[in-house]
Structures are given as C-alpha cells and as structure tokens.
C-alpha cells in the first residue's frame, strides 16, 4: 500500500479539506502517461506548464488534480486541488509523509553512481522501497516518496543538484539516517562553477542528516574527507575507497566486460567478503564497497548482500547495457548521461578487452567555460588507454577527436556518422555508446 492511496491520504499530508474520498491508482505530471484514476500534478517549468493541461487531465479520467493556477482557485470540480504553488505543494506531502515514516531513510547524492548506488542498495535490503527511476530533483524526490509502499522498512532515495542549495532542499525533508556521497567530480559546472562548488552541494546533505546517523563516503580526497569529519560530530563516518586506507576497499579484483569479482575488506570492522558481479568496471566497484558500508551499519548479514549483487540484475544495471550489435559486434549502452569523470570510467571498462575498441562520444554539456579543455582532456585519456577509434559527434567532441589524434574521427551530422558506423564496424568490435542526456546518442543503437 503506497502512502498515496486516495484523495483523503493526499489531503491529510497536504493539510487541506478533501471535498470526495477517491482512489488513486497512479500519480503523474505528464498528461502523455496519464491513465484512468492517476492523479495528474501541474507543474510550471521553464519550457512548459503543466496548468495548460488541467482539463486535458480531467478528460483522460485523472481522478484529481493538483493545479497553482489562479483561475482554478474557486473551481467546484471535485476533481481540482488549488494550492498556491504545486512544487511546494510537493515539498509539504513528502514532509509530512517523512514524519510519519519510521523506517530506516538512506539518501543518496554524488556527481557519479548515485542511480547504480541507489539500485545496489535497494536490491540488498528486504522491504525496501527506493527512487522511481531516476526521479532526483525537487519533483521527482517528493514522486518517489509519495509512491513508496508504507509498509517499507527502508527507503532509498537518490538526490541530484544543478546549483547550490539543491542538496539541501531535497535532504531537508528526507531527512536521512544514513547519507551516501559517492564522489565528488566535474558535474553541472556551467552552474556550480568548479569542483569546490560541486563539493559544497553534495556536502549539504550532511547537516540534514539524523543525530546518531551515518555518513558514508569516498576517502580519495583527504582535504574533502577531513572537511567531513568536521561538519559533524554526532554521526559516524564511514569511508571507502581502492585502498586499504579506507574503512572497506577491494582486493584481488578480477575485470572483464562481463564479470568483475573482488573480496570487500575491512581491517577496521574484520571484514573479508568475496563479491562476484556483472556490474562491470572500476567505478562499480567502488559503487558495491559504499552500498556494502549502508548494509554493514545497519547490521545487514554480509553474504546476503554478496547474493543480492546476482539477483534482480535487471533492476541495477540500469546503465552500460551490453548487447549484441552491428555484424555481431558487442554493443556497450552507455548513453544515460556524461560527464568528464563518468566518460574516462567508461573508457577504462572499455579497455578491459582484447578486441577492437570503439568510443563513440556526444557532447559533454553543462561545463561552462572548461567544456573545451575537458573534451581535449578526454581524447589524450582515451588516447593515452590505447582505444582504437574514436568518433565524436556534436560540437565539442571535435577538441576531443584532435587531440586523440590518428583514427580519430568527428561527426557534425548524424547521417554521416550513422553510414561510418555501418561500414566500419565488423563482428571483432566492441563498441561504447556514450553522451550527455541532451545529444540523445540511444538515436544511434539503431542505425
């Protein structure tokens, strides 16, 4: 039973009167996925308004609707719920529904792995409700809240920022217990800046986590982990990382495409667990070792979270899906997002075999004034780790393919690119497939 079940669950969270007790068997703000009985919820962006589809809602049978716009405020429809804003409308439901909650919250933020992280976690705990898809910003955290199982015993929700203050708004009324930082890395810096930005909203989330709760996070950075330590001293703190520095790191780590396998280690909690996976890559790795220390302080047995890592793949590798290709070569799925860091973490899972590698590349956006130097960057990393072609498409990726140097190849028009793959690419191939969510590159699976 979610926590949003009807119209009187919905009111009783939001602290207005309902005017009819109705079922709700659904929640959206998109009235392209509206179906019978779904709440839809209007929301104003900077591209649309959801307020412009009220009525489109209603005769798509949405049993209510929650709208901010000013026409609808004395409406007899029973179907209409007036606030003044749907987004902080949004914010008060979860926060209420968070009060009520007693079960364990673990929050999730970080400039890579957060979705994967996420996953793992969710898939190692019993009774667990966790974010929607990659539902992460000031909308989709209050969605997955509002439609997680009451009856949960632990929620595991992801949280993304784009600008300083997003962390601490969304862990504000999440209010964690256990808080992961997966990294700290060269994301949104068109709006954070640089990489102390970066650190300081992914840092938010600390303050808002409960007295008595747990922090978890990388060690590779000792100034970032020492900044930690003195944000609070009313939580443990729990590190991980690819060295026996770390509370758990790995070691006798096994790569291929297909399998990676590594023992967690712990000389601080006399830790030695053998994990085997087919999350593939170094990043994963660190990924299962920051999941493993959420399972470990909540008193998890270890080897049920070594067998989780092979159940319900389908729910975790939500990222890098590997496929069978052009002429029989293996296709690599990589084209959910990208970043800097993010793209030299698939260009190392890339190098882990023995056949003719392939990198396919969109833009890398949102990196404001160093978007040349880190497309330049990318091409001497892939360059330097022996990738045998690279193709960049967009505008950016042009620096990358100069400085990748012979056979490296640029693409401003998709056909063009489109007709290079098809004739190059042969059954000794294994092609990566990779760009920021805005150059769409899925378009080019289907060539």
């Keep these: 039973m979610k926590f949003i079940n009807n119209s009187y669950d919905l009111t009783r969270y939001l602290g207005i009167p309902v005017k009819k007790n109705i079922d709700i068997k659904s929640i959206s703000t998109d009235t392209r996925s509206i179906k019978k009985g779904a709440l839809f919820i209007a929301i104003k962006g900077d591209f649309f308004n959801g307020n412009d589809y009220v009525e489109n809602a209603i005769s798509q049978k949405a049993c209510l609707v929650i709208t901010d716009d000013k026409k609808f405020k004395d409406s007899k429809n029973k179907k209409i719920i007036y606030v003044n804003n749907s987004i902080l409308a949004l914010r008060k439901i979860s926060r209420n529904i968070i009060k009520d909650y007693s079960g364990n919250i673990i929050g999730i933020t970080g400039s890579n792995g957060k979705t994967s ?6 898939n190692s705990l019993k009774s667990c409700s966790s974010t929607l898809k990659n539902f992460n910003n000031e909308i989709g955290v209050p969605l997955s809240i509002m439609s997680a199982n009451r009856k949960s015993k632990n929620l595991v929700i992801e949280m993304g920022a784009a600008k ?13 217990n256990i808080g992961v930082i997966t990294n700290i890395g060269n994301s949104h810096l068109q709006s954070l800046k640089n990489i102390r930005g970066v650190f300081k909203v992914k840092s938010e989330l600390i303050t808002n986590i409960k007295k008595g709760g747990c922090l978890v996070v990388p060690n590779d950075n000792k100034s970032h982990l020492k900044l930690w330590k003195i944000i609070r001293n009313d939580i443990d703190i729990i590190t991980f990382g690819l060295k026996p520095s770390a509370d758990f790191y790995p070691s006798d780590i096994k790569y291929s495409l297909e399998k990676t396998q590594f023992y967690i280690c712990s000389k601080k909690y006399k830790v030695k667990l053998k994990v085997a996976t087919k999350l593939a890559g170094e ?3 660190k990924n299962i070792l920051a999941s493993f220390a959420v399972s470990f302080f909540l008193n998890k047995p270890s080897q049920t979270f070594a067998d989780s890592l092979n159940k319900k793949l389908d729910l975790i590798t939500t990222r890098q899906k590997h496929s069978k290709w052009l002429k029989n070569s293996l296709l690599i799925d990589d084209t959910y997002n990208a970043n800097p860091d993010s793209v030299k973490k698939s260009i190392d899972l890339l190098t882990s075999t023995n056949k003719r590698k392939v990198f396919v590349l969109g833009d890398m956006l949102e990196l404001g004034r160093f978007r040349k130097k880190m497309h330049k960057d990318i091409g001497k990393y892939a360059a330097f780790k022996k990738i045998d072609i690279f193709l960049g498409f967009g505008n950016l990726t042009k620096y990358s393919v100069e400085s990748f140097g012979k056979k490296g190849f640029f693409f401003k028009n998709e056909d063009d690119l489109r007709k290079y793959l098809r004739e190059n690419i042969n059954s000794k191939d294994v092609v990566l497939l990779k760009g920021s969510r805005g150059m769409k590159m899925e378009r080019f699976i289907n060539v």
């Design 117 to 122: 992280t996420t996953n793992i976690i969710a």
């Design 283 to 285: 990043h994963n790795v």
């Design 164 to 176: 300083l203050n997003d962390i601490n708004y969304l862990s504000s009324f999440l209010r964690p």
